[in-house]
């Protein structure tokens, strides 16, 4: 079983459309996260999540909405979607801060 | 504000001898830091681990990792590299949030 899955591993649209990206974990972590990865490689986190309360939320468009229904999923809807929003985006997990993540493999956003 | 950084984008290395990969930290307080490897169009996996304890740190496929407070340093090491070893390697601090590094791409040559 796959401990970090995201849905769906491929996502391409036009401009202006809304999407939305899946994440479930079934580690039991308390803690989960998005992170941005660029054509540049670089990653940077967006949120975090504890116990399905949102802890910190970076400068990040509020077209950006994470919302997590129970602890063990966290997913990113997308409203009037952006060139500049074609990236990588990894949901991750973990027991506690501090503690290491867990990764799942990445949804590669292309907007048209 | 707390950050980690890689000073380097890209390390050659040949197969069997030894690898550094470099990162540096600024961090108030005890550090928590680590290393991650991404191959490609894969999600990042864990390698190690420094929080507190011994210097040397060691971790997933032979790597390891040392801990050097004067020097605010915490360099990946391996002795003998492999040509699976390539890949984009990643120095974090952790805390509320993980920072990662802006990465460092290791290519193992034959």
């Known amino acids: 079983d796959t401990a970090v899955s995201q849905t769906p591993k491929y996502l391409v649209t036009q401009m202006g459309n809304d999407k939305s990206i899946k994440c479930e974990q079934n580690?039991?972590?308390?803690?989960m996260y998005w992170y941005k990865q660029d054509s540049k490689k670089f990653l940077k986190i967006m949120f975090s999540?504890?116990?399905?309360?949102?802890?910190i939320n970076e400068t990040v468009p509020n077209r950006f909405s994470p919302k997590s229904p129970d602890k063990a999923h966290l997913n990113l809807h997308i409203n009037s979607l952006e060139l500049g929003d074609s990236a990588v985006y990894f949901c991750?997990?973990?027991?506690?801060?501090?503690?290491?993540?867990?990764f799942g493999s990445g949804t590669q956003l292309s907007v048209l | 504000a707390q950050s980690v950084a890689q000073p380097e984008d890209q390390v050659n290395v040949a197969e069997g001898n030894p690898l550094t990969v470099k990162c540096t930290y600024s961090?108030?307080?005890?550090?928590?830091l680590f290393w991650y490897v991404q191959y490609p169009n894969r999600g990042l996996q864990f390698l190690l681990k420094?929080?507190?304890?011994?210097?040397l740190v060691k971790g997933s496929y032979g790597f390891e990792a040392e801990f050097n407070k004067s020097q605010t340093s915490f360099h990946l090491k391996k002795p003998s590299a492999l040509v699976s070893d390539s890949a984009l390697y990643f120095c974090?601090?952790?805390?509320?949030?993980?920072?990662f590094g802006t990465g460092t791409s290791l290519t193992v040559i034959p």
């Open positions: 961090v108030s307080g005890n550090p928590y």
């Open positions: 999540y504890n116990n399905k309360e949102l802890i």
């Open positions: 991750a997990s973990a027991r506690a801060t501090n503690e290491k993540l867990f």
């Open positions: 580690l039991g972590h308390d803690t």
């Open positions: 420094y929080i507190t304890g011994d210097n």
């Open positions: 974090a601090g952790g805390g509320n949030q993980f920072y």
